[in-house]
């Protein structure tokens, strides 16, 4: 459904200094219908850049996306928002505070994509979609009233996913979706998403820096540092044996719950 | 050396009074690293800039006393004469660094000109890099530079409050290692304030749970990590993704948390809790040891 | 909305601004009811009783020809309100444009607009209005355009940068996402964050708008005698201030005093509680 091939950005340099910024070098990957593909990597390392690529957000250096034999890279992040694939490709983003329009309600939030993608304009027909998209992502509807300030974390995620659902797309982009939720918040939206993904038929790209999370969530999985693919394949076989020098690093440095032995294990008197 | 003795605090807000803290006993002694470890609304900041002096007019102690070395000492803003043996590093390191003076002049500012390059050393930063302001630094070498600034003052007591967060895993984990060993070599306690509890069984010697503003287990790091006792300690354990297969074995804590500023039961997870019974109601449980060192505030615990 | 909330719980803790703008709220209602209760004619000279200073009969004296300064000073209320909040509203409306388009699409579009707004400033605005005037000719039209132009690049530079400061944020990509054009992007998503601090704006600037048309009337251009306006009542009154007949400036200047005077608390404590939200 989603091949990548060779796809790269580079930021020019400003003024006197020469030298471009490469934010991503010639990435290569395939997501199929229905399949999860997780991007793991540390600041830096090109992960957000390259959803916001597939996402159509930002301008491809260079390289190919072809999303459903159709070449999308070709197009600019303005044109494409009048494209039939617009609505097929939706974006969950990293949830800082300010993923909604602060004036405007959840309801009209998640009914923007809705009037403006699949082309509704009925608004007892919105409210129907409105009211059955906030049920899906078991979001109570006497939430929908609110405004952004007035939610919390977990909410405004779930207000956010409901959005990216509203156009009925085959790809979710899903950067860093929880990242900035308590753990317990994080493990409900993580079930919603699981459980999303298979009712609706969706492939995710989950783009995180939490690589246990990854492990959860994707089938496979491709490693990321400073612009390029260090590692890439089946999660379950990379966290069993990671073959590179950074992806061994990485799942080092993960704190581990349950500690090696003389760690912090032991008691103090 | 530490000792939190019952100690309540209300804030008073436009909301009515929000009973941020109930009855908290906590004791530090020197060179031992305590985890806090709790989720957002459960207090543990409050906890920390109370200890650190930091909270501002509107906090109010109902109750309980923090002790120093067998001293009261105040929770509101006041002098720092009986606290320069407690220091403190933040979340943001960037946010607790002056972007216009040179790291050189604010480590020279808190321990005297000669102890920069000693101290830069210590928190494995190239003295050259003295002369450097803090936007020519990374994240995690400004969170060195905010260490630095901390042992400057030569403190018993390092209060972490989230200092890894926003980092990547391999910075955290480097400047984990680099206050475990301080820690070690100065004989300095540190209280570790944290969400991850990952990085809490990890680097602390004892972890103390808390929950909407109250203490709900204390145990040693990994007779928590493996046999939690209290329901909610037990439920945080199963919703950190490391601890799962799949993500249909996650778990999540039901409920939300209580309105601090409402009316609130004497155990306050009991509207989340599933083993919730009718003596819950009475009275606020109780910190018990149930097993050596291990303490935890139910009636009903698991096991 | 969440902004009238903030609004109310700000001036309950501010009395200060609430007076000020209960100030002004009486000078709305002077202005618009005031010309029916008033018991003189503005425009009606008496020579005989010229030069009367303040009474039980006239309130704040007479002037030169014998008309109740209290009452003109009531009618005039209503033209220099007239003429500021239309000045200001013309403002508001040019400078949003071309702060809107400046600050989202910055590059080109942003240079020729800010060129425009810094070519105005670099005027002293009042002579910049003086000139507009003398070159357009004395009516109150011209008044109203020229204080328009003067005000523009404060309202276009207040929403450049409340523009400039959002448009990356992520609100705005998933407008993007969710299939809005740039200019959907601008009206329904951004231009309202901007609406604050403008607010804060105008209230500020609404007093200079004032004065500027007073200032303008006082010096000769704009509106002409007999119509009664604060500037030239205070004009007409200056040489008698000599021969001892205070009242007759005094009063319309002490009334032009107090409403810049509220306008201008009013936007400043506006911008303490609006701003205070801002960085919670």
């Not at chain 1, 993923?99 to 403006?116: F, W, Y």
Request: charged share 20%; proline share 6%.
């Amino acid at each position: 459904m989603l091949s990548v091939s060779q796809l790269s950005k580079s930021y020019k340099g400003r003024g006197w200094r020469a030298n471009a910024v490469a934010a991503v070098e010639n990435v290569d990957f395939e997501l199929a219908k229905g399949g999860s593909l997780g991007v793991v990597g540390e600041s830096g390392s090109g992960k957000s850049t390259l959803a916001r690529m597939i996402s159509r957000l930002v301008d491809v250096t260079s390289g190919r996306i072809v999303f459903e034999d159709a070449d999308i890279s070709a197009i600019s992040p303005s044109a494409f928002v009048h494209r039939p694939e617009r609505r097929k490709i939706q974006h969950v983003f990293q949830d800082t505070g300010e993923n909604l329009t602060p004036h405007l309600t959840a309801r009209a939030a998640v009914a923007d994509p809705i009037r403006r993608l699949v082309g509704i304009t009925d608004e007892e027909e919105i409210r129907a979609k409105v009211d059955a998209l906030a049920a899906s992502v078991a979001l109570s509807p006497d939430l929908l009233g609110r405004y952004p300030h007035q939610l919390s974390g977990g909410q405004k995620a779930r207000v956010g996913i409901a959005r990216a659902l509203a156009s009925n797309p085959d790809l979710l982009i899903l950067d860093e979706p929880t990242a900035a939720l308590d753990v317990s918040v994080q493990a409900a939206i993580l079930k919603l998403l699981h459980r999303l993904r298979s009712e609706f038929g969706l492939a995710y790209l989950f783009i995180s820096h939490d690589i246990e999370v990854v492990r959860l969530m994707c089938d496979n999985v491709i490693i990321m540092r400073l612009g390029r693919v260090v590692e890439q394949g089946p999660t379950r076989q990379i966290f069993e044996n990671p073959q590179s020098d950074y992806g061994r690093t990485l799942l080092a440095a993960v704190p581990r719950l349950k500690a090696k032995a003389g760690v912090a294990g032991e008691v103090i008197a | 050396m530490l000792d939190v003795r019952h100690l309540s605090i209300n804030f008073s807000t436009r909301r009515g009074t929000v009973k941020a803290l109930d009855r908290i006993d906590l004791q530090i002694v020197p060179g031992e690293i305590v985890g806090l470890v709790g989720e957002s609304g459960s207090g543990k900041s409050v906890l920390s800039y109370a200890i650190s002096g930091l909270l501002d007019s509107s906090a109010r102690v109902a109750s309980g006393e923090i002790c120093w070395h067998g001293n009261v000492i105040g929770t509101i803003r006041e002098r720092r004469a009986t606290r320069a043996a407690i220091a403190q590093i933040f979340q943001n390191p960037r946010a607790s660094l002056n972007p216009i003076m040179t790291i050189r002049r604010q480590l020279a500012d808190v321990a005297g000109e000669g102890q920069v390059s000693a101290l830069l050393e210590s928190v494995r930063i190239d003295p050259g890099r003295g002369n450097h302001y803090p936007f020519e630094l990374s994240g995690g070498q400004c969170q060195r530079v905010g260490i630095a600034l901390a042992l400057g003052c030569e403190p018993e007591l390092l209060i972490a409050d989230e200092p890894t967060t926003g980092l990547d895993v391999t910075t955290e984990a480097a400047i984990m290692t680099l206050i475990r060993d301080l820690s070690v070599r100065r004989g300095m306690a540190t209280l570790l304030v944290t969400h991850n509890l990952a990085l809490a069984a990890v680097h602390c010697d004892r972890i103390v749970v808390m929950h909407a503003g109250q203490i709900v287990e204390c145990a040693p790091a990994a007779r928590l990590a493996y046999t939690p006792m209290h329901p909610y300690a037990d439920q945080l354990l199963a919703s950190v993704p490391q601890h799962s297969a799949t993500a249909d074995d996650l778990r999540t804590v039901p409920g939300l948390l209580p309105d601090l500023a409402g009316p609130l039961p004497p155990c306050r997870f009991a509207s989340r809790c599933s083993r919730h019974q009718i003596d819950c109601d009475e009275a606020p449980p109780p910190l018990v040891a149930l097993a050596p060192a291990h303490f935890v505030a139910c009636r009903h615990p698991l096991c | 909305m969440q902004l009238t909330a903030t609004l109310q719980d700000g001036l309950r803790r501010d009395p200060l601004t609430a007076i000020t703008m209960g100030i002004i709220g009486f000078i709305c209602v002077v202005a618009l009811v005031g010309p029916i209760l008033a018991t003189y004619d503005p425009l009606a000279t008496d020579p005989s009783s010229a030069l009367r200073p303040p009474s039980w009969q006239h309130l704040c004296g007479t002037d030169h020809v014998g008309r109740d300064i209290c009452t003109r000073i009531i009618y005039a209320t209503r033209l220099d309100l007239f003429i500021a909040v239309l000045a200001v509203t013309l403002a508001l409306i040019i400078g949003s444009l071309i702060g809107s388009v400046a600050g989202f699409f910055g590059g080109f579009v942003d240079r020729i607009a800010m060129w425009i707004i810094d070519t105005i400033m670099a005027f002293p605005l009042f002579l910049l209005a003086m000139g507009i005037v003398a070159a357009l000719g004395n009516s109150l039209e011209n008044i109203v355009y020229a204080t328009a132009i003067v005000n523009v690049p404060f309202y276009a530079r207040t929403v450049r940068a409340e523009m400039k400061q959002r448009r990356e944020m992520g609100f705005v990509e998933a407008a993007r996402v969710s299939g809005n054009g740039p200019f959907r992007i601008l009206a329904v998503h951004l231009f309202p964050t901007a609406v604050p601090q403008l607010m804060i704006q105008v209230t500020l600037t609404m007093g200079w708008a004032m004065l500027n048309a007073a200032a303008l009337s006082f010096i000769g251009l704009g509106i002409r005698p007999p119509t009664p306006e604060w500037g030239i009542m205070v004009a007409e009154g200056a040489s008698f201030i000599i021969t001892g007949e205070w009242w007759v400036a005094l009063f319309p200047g002490l009334t032009l005093v107090l409403v810049v005077l509220s306008l201008n608390l009013v936007g400043d404590g506006l911008r303490d509680v609006l701003d205070a939200r801002e960085r919670r």
